[in-house]
């Protein structure tokens, strides 16, 4: 398996930079090839441009600032996002990655005279999310998990048709014991390495 | 009133910008006071920083100037208008990180003593967003609207039980005419006059 991991937190020392590390040691333990991209560490700049704007359906190859970018997503058959959800949904910085790497020829083309775009990452045939939420499972359904629909919606269906999703979620993370954080990472780790 | 609007589109002289415009000049005829924020013209940047992450469950979670000028804005807000472009079922990355770094405790939302979140926002009586899409509406409502939700759940469970909402979108752009851009133009305006 090629495994892309795309992690966003600004702080090396948070739950999430925790959950990252389960995650590849999983995932080395099951003798997977990993990319791991630490988008904060990278300083990725989340502001799609006027000129990125101007230019979102021309050959991705007339932009070189994503190119790595978008090179990961051509090797990878696996995708594991590592995000903390605030605003009931990933952060900016990694929406960004999304609005600027994301883009026509990469992810999708659209064919002339229309508004149906056609997939271009078929190979990608697993979404995983690892997430913390700060506020309560039932604060989240409410407010619709927009996280959740964003991966395994709206990227998802650029991916293979049979493309399987799974969902590692902490709810509660600002008030929850010691010992349920403990547990969620053993429970990421564990998934990483049976994942097949 | 007093109306925030913000708009969150990189390019002067888009629909968006045209959008935003029609809303400021409907409002302010309405006798409203109206603040624009263009998020793109301003320079803000979307993504929260390690100081703010750090400061986020103090105190003091506003560490940048910019971002207490804004929070100042909508802390006074009693209308709230946000304008733009849904890429990939969401707002751009630089209106939600707008809503990350000025939306802090204190700002969008409070703690209680139990650590639960409680509304903030009840000074705002209405809300609105204004977007535009790519994708036709069947295709919008079947795969996933975040953007909306975003707005109509996330912050309004943190204004008052009675603030209103209301949600205009134009769909399938790519194809749309000059004339269905210029009624939706129209109706944003009478949308914005009678708010």
Redesign the interface.
Known sequence: MKALVVYA???PS?LCAAARDRVTAGLAAAGHEIRLLDL?AEE?I?????W???HHLDDPATKPEIARHAADLRWCDTLVLVYPT????????M??W??RV?VNGVAYE?PA????IRPLLQHIRRIVVVTTH??SKW?NA???E?GK??AF???R?LCSPRCRTTWLALYGA??CSQERRSAFLERVEKKFRTLR | MQVLVVLAHPTAGSLNHAIADRACTALRTAGHDVHLLDLYALGFRAAMTADERAAYHTDEPIVDPLVREHAQLVRTAEALVFVYPTWWSSMPAILKGWLERVFVPGVGFQFNEAGKVRPALTHVRRLVGISTYGSPWPYVKVINDNGRRTIMRTIRINTGTFTRTHWLGLYAIDTATADERERFLERVERRMRSL
């Open positions: 937190h600004p702080n948070s904060y990725f989340p502001e799609l441009s006027s990125e704007r101007e605030w605003y009931s949904a990933q952060p900016a910085i929406k960004g999304i609005d994301w659209l005279d229309s508004n149906r700060g506020s604060v409410v407010q619709g927009g629909r964003v919606r709206s990227l269906v600002d008030t």
